[in-house]
């Protein structure tokens, strides 16, 4: 069994910036993509990033801005947020997908593991 624990979110000013981190504990030796997504209140839950062997891909909303990257050795995905405007506002979820699993550009389309969220609030 893996579990996946997001933190790093919080309340930051436009312009500002957030790293979330998403651990996984567990057996994570046939984890292979990583995706995060994010959904504000009212709103559809929307894909953000993806990153497997092949590298990182990302939404248009958000390239240029945000990085996703991955520490093997501490089980850990990032995504480092910069230039965050109030449209980023959202629970931010992570998502890993196992042998076989591979991101769609940005998209993780399917995963075996989800995480509990982490809140992000962009506002002066």
């Known amino acids: 069994q893996l579990q996946l624990v997001e933190s790093g979110g919080g309340l930051v000013q436009p312009g500002g910036s957030l790293r979330l981190s998403c651990a996984a504990a567990g057996f994570t030796e046939d984890l292979n993509a990583i995706g995060w997504f994010r959904q504000a209140p009212g709103k559809e839950r929307e894909e953000v990033c993806c990153i497997d062997t092949g590298g990182p891909n990302y939404a248009d909303s958000v390239k240029g801005r945000f990085v996703i990257s991955r520490d093997n050795a501490k089980n850990t995905v990032y995504l480092q947020m910069n230039s965050l405007k109030p449209e980023d506002t959202g629970v931010y979820y992570c998502?890993?997908?196992?042998?076989?699993?591979?991101?769609?550009?940005?998209?993780?389309?399917?995963?075996?593991?989800w995480g509990q969220g982490t809140q992000v609030t962009v506002s002066s």
């Open positions: 998502a890993a997908g196992g042998v076989g699993r591979y991101c769609t550009g940005y998209i993780l389309e399917e995963y075996d593991y």
